[in-house]
């Protein structure tokens, strides 16, 4: 390994210690411009201290991980540990979704940010009763508004629909890519690995 190479895995480990340490004590998501700054950084040195960090933690098997939802970066509990947090916190171990909430989640997760009216035209029925139990969960929120007539809401997954799915970002969503049935309707299938 060069001596330069040396000096830059040196300085994303020193940086990593020093994002966990930021994200414990602030107890709350961080958002990357408070991170580059605190730093005093740039995005790319600062995505290389994440990623490292990131592997760091999943490799050692450690009881935390790093979840990135956009711009925000947080610490939160390995999935695999949800149960003992739950019994901690007296929580119950997973809430009931109807099938209706769970397909429409699904159109969130992958579509996002997306109207009510472009889920309700992907799904076919009203989502009405499902999206409001989405937010009751707290697995989606409003993001914004569409620049369309009316301005609709836009809606999103939260870092609480990544912690539920043991998820740490949305590229760790299975692939999907969408077909043409024969009778036209759009269908979901698997990706080419089988996910």
């Excluded at 490292?52 to 695999?80: H, N």
């Excluded at 989502?127 to 409001?132: G, H, I, K, V, Y």
């Excluded at 969960?137 to 836009?154: C, D, I, M, Q, Y």
């Excluded at 969408?178 to 009778?183: G, K, L, R, Y």
Aim: proline fraction near 4%; charge should be negative.
């Amino acid at each position: 390994m060069r001596d330069e190479d040396k000096q830059i895995e040196e300085m994303c480990k020193e940086l990593a210690t020093a994002i966990e340490s930021l994200l414990f004590v602030a107890g709350r998501p961080l958002e990357r411009g408070e991170l580059r700054k605190l730093l005093a950084v740039n995005e790319e040195v600062l995505g290389d201290a994440l990623r490292w960090l990131e592997q760091d933690l999943a490799q050692q098997l450690r009881g935390i991980r790093l979840q990135q939802l956009g711009e925000q970066v947080q610490l939160v509990t390995a999935p695999e540990n949800a149960r003992y947090v739950a019994a901690l916190l007296g929580l119950p171990m997973s809430a009931r979704l109807t099938s209706a909430a769970l397909e429409t989640l699904s159109v969130i997760a992958y579509r996002q940010p997306i109207t009510r009216s472009q889920i309700e035209g992907i799904r076919g029925v009203n989502s009405d009763r499902a999206l409001l139990s989405l937010l009751q969960h707290g697995l989606v929120e409003e993001v914004g508004r569409a620049p369309t007539v009316g301005r609709p809401a836009l809606f999103a997954t939260t870092a609480e629909f990544l912690q539920q799915f043991g998820l740490t970002s949305l590229r760790e969503l299975p692939g999907v890519h969408i077909t043409e049935t024969a009778t036209d309707s759009m269908a979901v299938a698997p990706d080419d690995n089988g996910q």
